[in-house]
């Protein structure tokens, strides 16, 4: 039996439906058609019913860039909220959003986890939703991200949640946890979401599967003895039980759990996004 983590729901998204490499989700008052690889099966709605309540639907054209189809008018930026914390969805060239839901089960723990004056490394940070709930619980947050419209996405966030003080740093991962080293930084809590494609600052190109070892291996010396480290991983080859034994052979001596984050559509239908590796 697969070990299924699945995400928490929240009122302002809902994965409604997804089949035929779609899926259905809305955000907020507006509902999105995106292409999901993971969505192999067939839907519970038909087309027509998916039509009906989409606002807009991605075409991709090349890898994850594309165009968005407008099926009813909305603005291409709009705001959601996640139990109080303002987060900007945008549409534009790409089949991302600003948000990735499932993430969830991850802003859950990052809550649980943090308390004021702790400090949070939030690599792969993206549009920086874990660095709004790190510095709102009066974390001290580092957010690393290699592109640079990432970080103004995450500056956005924090501006439209009060949430200014997080540290924002231009920069290849890996390279940056190096440095961390150097400089004998620790942190409390490590959070890592690697894409299975990435890009280093100087546009190398980033495989994860040639990476995930020495990530997980520079966040057991940029740890505390007590901290927790989150990964996860979109990537089909990065499953469970490699990062259970990168894990295990990373930190011999804490508890290390994996499994399978997944998130369950309204109409019952299971998508598993990747792994998830949890060390406490
Ligand atoms: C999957 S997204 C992260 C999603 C985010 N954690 C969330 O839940 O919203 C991956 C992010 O990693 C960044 N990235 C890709 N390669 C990188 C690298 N080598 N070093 C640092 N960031 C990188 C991308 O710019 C992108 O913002």
Redesign the pocket.
């Known amino acids: 039996m697969k070990n299924r983590i699945y995400a928490p729901t929240w009122e302002s998204y809902e994965l409604i439906d997804a089949g035929d490499g779609l899926k259905l989700e809305r955000w907020g008052p507006v509902v999105t058609i995106r292409p999901e690889i993971n969505a192999y099966f067939k839907p519970e709605l038909s087309k027509k019913e998916w039509v009906n309540q989409a606002h807009a639907q991605f075409i991709e054209e090349r890898g994850t860039f594309g165009n968005w189809k407008m099926l009813k008018p909305i603005s291409n930026e709009w705001v959601i909220d996640f139990h109080g914390i303002k987060l900007i969805v945008a549409i534009r060239n790409t089949k991302h959003t600003g948000?990735?839901p499932e993430?969830s089960v991850n802003w859950q723990n990052i809550n649980q986890s943090l308390n004021p004056g702790d400090h949070f490394l939030n690599?792969?940070?993206?549009?920086g939703?874990?660095s709004v709930m790190g510095t709102i619980k009066g974390a001290k947050v580092v957010h690393?991200?290699?592109?640079k419209s990432?970080l103004t996405w995450a500056k956005e966030n924090q501006e439209i949640n009060g949430a200014n003080g997080c540290k924002l740093v231009l920069?290849?991962?890996?390279l940056f946890m190096d440095r961390e080293i150097k400089r004998k930084h620790q942190y409390h809590l490590i959070q890592m979401?690697?894409?299975a494609w990435?890009?280093?600052t100087k546009g190398k190109k980033?495989q994860l599967e040639n990476h995930i070892d020495s990530l997980i291996n520079q966040a057991s010396k940029l740890l505390l003895e007590n901290g927790k480290l989150i990964v996860s991983t979109?990537s089909p080859r990065t499953t469970p039980a490699i990062l259970r034994e990168i894990g295990v052979f990373s930190f011999p001596s804490r508890n290390v759990k994996v499994g399978i984050l997944a998130s369950k559509s309204t109409t019952g239908k299971v998508l598993e996004h990747g792994s998830l590796l949890i060390v406490e």
């Open positions: 948000i990735f993430q690599l792969f940070g993206y549009s939703a874990s690393v991200d290699s592109s990432a920069e290849d991962a890996l979401d690697p894409p990435g890009i280093g980033w979109y």
